[in-house]
């Protein structure tokens, strides 16, 4: 009797070269499609704008803001961190007007060139601001140093505070406190440089700080000490709860109290 012959296995090495090619091409794609999502984002992110508005004329304390005063200014989004959070915008539903429209008074001379902000106006006053501080908290009008000071500083940001201090080495930067929050920015100090063409500086010659009431003695005998009787800060993540100090944020610094010889 002859024996049938044997049924022939299919090789699977084909099917499998096929699939790995397959899945490479797909892996190809995939690639080429991020690069070019990844280049067209960035394109739209650097052609995107955001308008802002640029006095055209010099105001004063007092003066009402006009439609003839501003002129509209594109600004390239990518830049739009380094004009603060207090710089006014387009409104979002009529073109070419600041949001909350032009009935507000300057609270503060401003110059041509310079760029409209909430700050540079009397806050609406119907819902009264003092109702508004935390119980046993009070509000301080401190002076700070506009040197080195972080730009387009805005009501609600987080800073640590710091002074000078005398020791016999010379002056020593000592912290303050940590992680105070601003409520109210004033006295704006104008830089120009050189070029008057280009956009000017804004910084502020004080801030008011809310605290809690027995600091508020502390700090003033602090700034009597301190070398220009004035502070200076550095402006921190809203998020960034870090503490370096052994007290609760918005305390005064021990430390800084016993090199003054304020705790005796």
Known sequence: MS????????????????????????????????????????????????T????RVDRER????????????QIP???LEAFGTDAIKEDVERSGVPAGGYNRT???AARKGEILRDSMFIRNTSNRFGLDIANGNRLVTIPISTSNQPPSLSPDDFVDLYANVNRRTGAEAVLVMERVQVRMVGSRIVETGADTSSTRGVKYGNITIEIANPEFTKLANIQSRVSGNQFFIAVRDPADRAITLDVEPGTVNPDIMDMLGLNR
Do not use: C, H, W
């Open 62 to 73: 007092g003066d009402e803001l006009q439609d003839r005063d501003v002129q509209p200014v």
């Open 52 to 55: 802002f508005f640029e006095l």
């Open 3 to 50: 024996q049938s012959p044997s049924s022939a296995v299919p090789s699977s090495s084909g099917g499998s070269t096929q699939l790995v090619l397959i899945a490479g091409v797909i892996a190809l794609i995939a690639v080429v499609l991020m690069n070019v999502y990844v280049e067209m984002r960035a394109k739209a992110d650097a052609e995107r704008t955001v």
């Open 77 to 79: 989004a990518r830049y």
């Open 106 to 108: 300057f609270s503060v």
